[in-house]
């Protein structure tokens, strides 16, 4: 099933009907990446910018330049962290052209979808980039005891938001959730190969569209399995 789909969803990436929300894709994705890793990179910079210590005052000197050098530091590792809520917040500007162009070719049987407006499909994005951002944080400490961790962490968040944001094009959150159970773990394992491509350069700029690509395809089939009900 997992296989199937990665492989009709590479297949169809340099496709015509494909090609437009690919190089959306890549510009949103990229913007993305650097909003998220700039701001929260600034975000460290001022946390430790002007640091006082009791008795002793403000740092500075050589300590300074080790601050700079830790606020560049978090800029990087914030830029790391962020393709993963980038991926999920980018995927909000490009839902339908991918899932359609998918469903057109491989699953013509079902029509166009209801779709629906790109406020919602972006709110229901930054929703996801925002979990992805609160468990990332909330799980660092445990990140340098189990090293595999992250993957499975951003594996899940990437499955299950762009298997979601696939879905609820046509099917009621209830249904959702009950073919999202139907593929739960070839959905998690897709979802772990995108973690894993998103620390790839340049290759993690097309995790959002393959990824959501491949995850129509396991939203379809569990969709024929459980009869179109």
Same mark, same amino acid.
Request: hydrophobic letters at 55%.
């Given at each position: ?71 560049? %530091? ?17 995927i ?12 057109a ?23 996801? %980039?925002?979990?992805a951002?609160?468990?990332?944080i909330l ?6 005891i ?68 491949m ?15």
């Amino acid at each position: 099933m997992l296989l199937s789909a990665i492989t009709r969803s590479l297949a169809q990436l340099p496709t015509p009907a494909m090609l437009r929300p690919l190089l959306l894709g890549l510009v949103v994705t990229a913007v993305c990446i650097v909003l998220l890793g700039v701001t929260v990179g600034a975000g460290v910079g001022w946390l430790v910018s002007g640091v006082s210590i009791p008795f002793v005052g403000e740092i500075g000197g050589a300590a300074d330049d080790a601050v700079g050098w830790l606020a560049g %530091a978090g800029t990087v590792i914030a830029m790391a962290f962020a393709f993963t809520p980038a991926a999920a917040l980018a995927i909000g500007f490009f839902v339908d052209p991918v899932a359609d162009a998918v469903e057109a070719r491989h699953y013509p049987e079902r029509g166009p979808a209801r779709g629906r407006s790109m406020g919602t499909e972006v709110s229901m994005a930054l929703r996801y %980039a925002g979990l992805a951002i609160a468990l990332n944080i909330l799980l660092l400490p445990f990140y340098f005891i189990f090293p595999p961790l992250p993957a499975a962490v951003n594996g899940w968040i990437l499955g299950r938001s762009f298997f979601d944001m696939a879905a609820l094009r046509r099917d009621t959150p209830a249904r959702v959730r009950e073919l999202r159970r139907s593929v739960r773990f070839p959905m998690v394992l897709g979802g772990i190969l995108l973690a894993v491509l998103t620390l790839v350069p340049l290759l993690n700029l097309v995790v959002p569209v393959f990824g959501l690509a491949m995850m129509t395809h396991l939203y379809n089939g569990a969709h024929r399995r459980k009869g179109g009900a």
